[in-house]
């Protein structure tokens, strides 16, 4: 009886341990999720996540429209932020250049990073940001204040699209929060030299 | 633990038992682990319970009566309905299926002498137990936890949760989870390599195939949960922000992870039940299950879909047209294999020579209750119509007939079933039809003008609401009350049957009765099956 018996075991463990690294796989994978699920929103616009690219398309239509801009900051940070413009019309595929002012109300320098994301949520993936200080991280003095640039652009696909054709206006919004180890970091966004357009409103 | 040496030596001795304290705290034997669940789930259940009669008390009327301890005191409401749920959902239903009766009968049923690990099988228990004491705690600190059971940030953030009650819940998941996982490990374990010889998978009964089915959607989902709730535990208290959109997170990651686990823990609960309701159909009708195998897979199916259509809890977080239409089809396609199920107990029931002995009531309850709550589940399955139930009371009526009130009958309907071969004794059918039917008039009179004031727009998980919704809430208070007492009747229908009952037979039902539980003698002896019955050539068991 002893030799089957440690047959038995030997199998039960082996199913067993099958069953603990499927365990261990889900764990994983629920962590795996979270960069996953940043990366799919990024892909897909999902959640109004905006598209980035290098340049707007040559050729810009003459259909108005509305993009709107929304400032937030993590009460943690001691800075104002706010948008210089409430709004800019221009055309789909026109690049558009808007300004945000930030200002570090504190009297150490503190690095922030802005999360941003565009509203209905979606017609995250027909709006593209060409540059925007919130690809890096912003260093602010104590007391400066910075205008920081985006320059973005709506994709004329937004019109074949029937889940989407009725929209006219977009809000792009912006999210301050300090970094969490403070470096001597530059605002980068500054020195970038941008060619804005003529911009209506 | 500490007796494990106590518990191999009384391996060594067949029908002795062990003292009382090694047998019930240091336990082995799948039986009496069974019967710790079964009681833990009373337990829980007289707690979680007592709570939802105190909320419908409350919401008899329109104002607040009960709640204003000077001020009123809307968190203790929200920490009520949360610890309502979360005891319902992972320490009465739960335990009882799959920890009670799923320890009791997988063994007996394919003919094994015990669990794989029987000493797994005792941490499994113990860490259920921490878990509901961590539970209980948690509601006695700081404000209590008062997010609901689905924990969503920022709610459940330190911002608006600040203080250790939600560290508590937390941590009662975590333990709880890795209870459910470990039991899950052991039953699969068990069945595959465990069986009795000629045994084959496409020859078990449907209520093993139920266990293994829910023992592989814990193993999928339950760590999806564990790993959310860390990052959750870790936001709120080590600077992370996996789900705080001011600093890069997004909450609505919570909810797709925790839906990814909430959608299949809704099948864990339903499925024990589904195999339970099959082997008591056939019982009673005399007849074998109808469509065994379709019986077998479709709880496969159900299984899998039921891993894709966790967005359909999310219609309003603002997913794109697209998406919730892929959600709307997946989940209308779960339909399908629980009609097959539907339609085959009643393919079993068709014909045959039925008994109304109360299980098969409870079974019949079921059925009604699920179909019913299925239909509803049809209705909210459609992300259209979904935007204006959400939230709202008609959602509260639809997942406590198909979920709630149903694993409820399912458990009953297991109790009475079994309590013969569990405990030696039988119960008194008399008083168990009564108890049936006032169960069942009550949760119907319940749950079913929660349909009308959900409707009407009422919304869910608030102590007070407009005059408007008053009449049917006094009427589903009513039935609150009525299914408080068929419980009290339950339990003194459990004491005379321990106190008084009848001798049970090896087999009180019958022809029907052609699982291998029944080939034991009631009670079943401590230790069975030593000597595996050969099962080469026989029939499917059911």
Same mark, same amino acid.
């Given at each position: ?201 | ?15 002795? +038992? ?26 829980? /259940? ?10 419908? @008390? ?37 335990? /009882? ?121 814990? @193993? ?189 009958? /399912? ?15 039988? +119960? ?115």
């Amino acid at each position: 009886m002893a030799k089957p018996q440690q047959k038995d075991a030997r199998r039960n463990v082996r199913t067993a341990l099958a069953c603990a690294s499927l365990v261990a796989g889900m764990v994983g994978l629920a962590y795996a999720s979270v960069p996953l699920y940043k990366l799919f929103c990024q892909v897909t616009g999902l959640g109004g996540t905006p598209g980035i690219e290098a340049a707007a398309p040559e050729q810009a239509t003459d259909i108005d429209f509305t993009v709107r801009f929304d400032a937030n900051i993590n009460p943690t940070l001691p800075w104002t932020f706010k948008p210089v413009q409430r709004a800019v019309n221009l055309k789909l595929g026109e690049e558009g250049l808007a300004f945000y002012t930030a200002t570090n109300n504190s009297d150490h320098p503190i690095t922030g990073t802005a999360t941003f994301n565009v509203t209905p949520l979606k017609i995250g993936q027909y709006f593209v940001k060409i540059d925007c200080f919130c690809f890096t991280e912003q260093t602010l003095q104590p007391g400066e204040t910075v205008d920081m640039p985006v320059t973005f652009y709506v994709d004329p696909e937004i019109r074949q699209d029937r889940s989407t054709e009725e929209v006219t206006t977009i809000t792009l919004s912006y999210t301050f929060y300090p970094k969490k180890s403070e470096t001597d970091g530059q605002v980068s966004a500054l020195k970038q030299k941008s060619t804005p357009v003529d911009i209506g409103g | 633990m500490a007796n494990a040496a106590d518990a191999h030596a009384h391996d060594d001795h067949g029908d002795h +038992y062990p003292g009382f304290f090694s047998r019930w705290f240091c336990s082995t034997n799948h039986k009496d682990i069974g019967t710790v669940y079964m009681f833990v789930s009373m337990f829980a /259940a007289l707690v979680g319970g007592g709570m939802s009669w105190f909320m419908r @008390l409350e919401l008899a009327e329109p104002g607040l009566q009960y709640l204003t301890g000077g001020a009123p005191d809307m968190q203790f409401y929200n920490v009520l309905l949360t610890a309502h749920g979360f005891l319902m959902v992972f320490f009465v239903v739960m335990p /009882a299926l799959i920890g009670g009766f799923g320890n009791w009968f997988v063994p007996l049923m394919i003919g094994a002498p015990d669990m794989a690990f029987p000493r797994m099988n005792n941490i499994s228990l113990w860490l259920l137990i921490a878990g509901l004491a961590l539970l209980l705690i948690s509601a006695f600190v700081g404000s209590g936890v008062g997010t609901g059971w689905t924990v969503y940030p920022p709610l459940s953030s330190s911002i608006y949760h600040p203080g250790a009650a939600v560290d508590f819940g937390i941590l009662s998941l975590h333990l709880a989870g890795a209870s459910s996982i470990l039991g899950a490990i052991n039953f699969i374990v068990t069945i595959f390599n465990m069986r009795a010889p000629g045994m084959t998978l496409h020859k078990m009964p449907l209520f093993v195939w139920s266990i293994l089915v829910t023992a592989f959607l814990l @193993l999928l989902a339950l760590p999806v949960l564990a790993g959310a709730l860390t990052m959750l535990l870790t936001d709120r208290n080590f600077g992370t922000a996996f789900f705080d959109p001011a600093a890069g997170g997004d909450p609505v990651l919570w909810q797709h992870l925790f839906w990814f686990f909430g959608h299949p823990e809704v099948y864990i609960i339903i499925l024990p039940a589904f195999g339970l309701i099959s082997q008591i159909v056939s019982t009673f009708s005399k007849k074998p299950v109808f469509g065994y195998l379709g019986m077998a897979y479709a709880m496969v199916a159900i299984g899998v879909v039921g891993f894709v259509v966790w967005a359909h809890h999310m219609y309003t977080v603002g997913l794109d047209v697209d998406t919730r239409a892929y959600f709307t089809a997946a989940t209308l396609v779960i339909a399908v294999p629980t009609g097959v199920k539907i339609f085959s107990w009643l393919a079993t029931m068709w014909g045959g020579s039925i008994e109304f002995k109360t299980p098969m009531l409870y079974a019949f309850g079921f059925i009604f209750l699920f179909v019913m709550g299925g239909v509803t589940g049809v209705t909210l399955a459609n992300s259209s119509a979904d935007l204006v139930f959400h939230d709202t009371y008609f959602v509260v009526a639809h997942f406590h007939y198909v979920m709630a009130i149903a694993a409820i009958f /399912a458990m009953f309907a297991g109790w009475y079933y079994w309590i013969g071969k569990m405990s030696g004794k039988q +119960y008194n059918e008399t008083l168990g039809k009564i108890q049936f039917w006032m169960f069942f008039v009550g949760v119907n009179i319940l749950f079913f003008p929660q349909h009308f004031a959900g409707l009407a727009g009422m919304p869910r998980r608030i102590p007070d609401y407009p005059d408007a919704y008053a009449g049917w809430n006094y009427v589903s208070s009513v039935g609150a009350l009525i299914t408080a007492v068929g419980t009290m009747l339950f339990f003194w229908i459990l004491y005379r049957t321990y106190a008084a009952g009848t001798k049970a037979e090896q087999n009180p039902w019958g022809e029907g009765a052609t699982t291998l539980e029944w080939h034991v003698p009631s009670p079943a002896p401590f230790h069975t099956f030593e000597d595996q019955p050969d099962m080469s050539g026989k029939q499917p068991a059911e």
